[in-house]
C-alpha cells in the first residue's frame, strides 16, 4: 500500500467528504494508463447500503443481549492479500473509547460474544478481486495503478459504511445514533461516523 497516496485523500475521508476523496483517487489513477485496476472507477458501493444497515442492526439485536452497545467498529478484510472474498467484520463495546489516532488500543478489547458471526460480503468488486489475485506489476504505473485503486476501495468502503450510518437514521434503527467506527484491517487510519 502506498501511504503517500493515502495521505492525499485521508483529511476528505476525516471529513467524511468520500466524493473529494474518491474524486482524487479518480483523477490520479486516470492519469495512468489503463490496466485492470481502472474498472473501479466510478463504480460505488452506496447501492449496498440497505444491506449494510440490515445487516449492522441484526449484529446490534445480538450483540443486545450480551452488552449494552456503546460503539461499534467495523473492518473490511485485508483485501489485496484476501482476494477470494472482500467483506466486513463488526464488533461491539460496551464504552465508547473515541477516535484518537495515535491511541485505539480499546478497539482490541473484544470477545467472541461481542463480534459478528457472519461477516457482510461486498460484492460488484469480482472483476477488481481478480486482478489483485493475476496482475503482475511490472512497471511502475501499474504499481501506482494497483495503489490507487486500494486506496479507492477503502475509500468506496468508508463511503458505503457513512451512507449504511445514514440510512438506520432514516429508518430510525435502535442502533442509529451510536458512533461507528470503520477502516480497512491493519490499515492505521480510522474514520467516525456519529
Known amino acids: 500500500?502506498?501511504?503517500?497516496?493515502?495521505e492525499q485523500i485521508n483529511p476528505d475521508l476525516e471529513k467524511k467528504d468520500y466524493s473529494k476523496a474518491v474524486s482524487i483517487a479518480e483523477t490520479a489513477l486516470k492519469s495512468i494508463p489503463?490496466?485492470?485496476?481502472?474498472?473501479i472507477i466510478g463504480q460505488s458501493l452506496v447501492g449496498q447500503a440497505g444491506g449494510v444497515a440490515n445487516w449492522i442492526d441484526n449484529f446490534h439485536k445480538t450483540v443486545s443481549k450480551v452488552i449494552e452497545p456503546r460503539a461499534l467498529y467495523f473492518e473490511m478484510n485485508e483485501f489485496?492479500?484476501?482476494?477470494?472474498?472482500?467483506?466486513?467484520d463488526g464488533f461491539a463495546f460496551s464504552e465508547d473509547g473515541g477516535l484518537n489516532l495515535e491511541d485505539m488500543d480499546?478497539?482490541?478489547?473484544?470477545?467472541q460474544e461481542t463480534m459478528t458471526t457472519e461477516e457482510y460480503v461486498i460484492t460488484g468488486y469480482e472483476n477488481l478481486q481478480e486482478a489483485f489475485e493475476n496482475i503482475e506489476l511490472d512497471t511502475d504505473e501499474q504499481q501506482d495503478a494497483r495503489d490507487w485503486c486500494e486506496q479507492l476501495v477503502i475509500a468506496r468502503f468508508?463511503?458505503?459504511?457513512g451512507a449504511?450510518?445514514?440510512?438506520?437514521?432514516?429508518?430510525?434503527?435502535?442502533?442509529?445514533?451510536l458512533p461507528l467506527y470503520f477502516t480497512e484491517h491493519s490499515y492505521d487510519f480510522i474514520v467516525k461516523s456519529e
Open 164 to 177: 449504511a450510518h445514514k440510512e438506520a437514521k432514516e429508518q430510525n434503527m435502535e442502533w442509529a445514533e
Open 34 to 39: 489503463t490496466t485492470d485496476f481502472h474498472s
Open 80 to 88: 489485496d492479500i484476501n482476494t477470494d472474498t472482500w467483506y466486513i
Open 1 to 6: 500500500m502506498n501511504f503517500d497516496f493515502g
Open 158 to 161: 468508508m463511503e458505503l459504511m
Open 106 to 111: 480499546w478497539l482490541s478489547d473484544v470477545s
